[in-house]
Nanobody, 115 residues
Framework: QVHIVESGGGSVQPGGSLTLACRAS????????VHWHRRPPGKLRESVAF???????NYLRSVKGRFTISRDNAKNMAYLQMKDLKPEDTAVYFC?????????WGQGTQVTVSS
């Protein structure tokens, strides 16, 4: 079992930036694929960014060029840097780790973009 804790959420104005952090209780983060998902209010959860164990990335089209996913395996941490935030980025953001059939989710952190 891997325990995941997200942090870094908050309220920002449009155009602002936030960096979300994902702390994992494993010394083997390098073996996992890292995912960030979000659930906008009243909508279904969607995949935002993906970083494979071999450092392949993929992003939701609407966040490409604004969001950057990264990891620090030595610190067992993953990150989602978000810039030029828009009101439509408002959501609960979740970190997910996957390795084969194993999938672990965090509890989520709220991001609110509003003027």
């Amino acid at each position: 079992q891997v325990h995941i804790v997200e942090s870094g959420g908050g309220s920002v104005q449009p155009g602002g930036s936030l960096t979300l952090a994902c702390r994992a209780s494993t010394d083997s983060l390098s073996q996992y694929d890292v995912h960030w998902h979000r659930r906008p209010p009243g909508k279904l959860r969607e995949s935002v960014a993906f970083l494979s164990s071999d450092n392949t990335t993929n992003y939701l089209r609407s966040v490409k060029g604004r969001f950057t996913i990264s990891r620090d395996n030595a610190k067992n941490m993953a990150y989602l840097q978000m810039k030029d935030l828009k009101p439509e980025d408002t959501a609960v953001y979740f970190c997910k780790l996957s390795l084969g059939y194993e999938v672990f989710w965090g509890q989520g952190t709220q991001v609110t973009v509003s003027s």
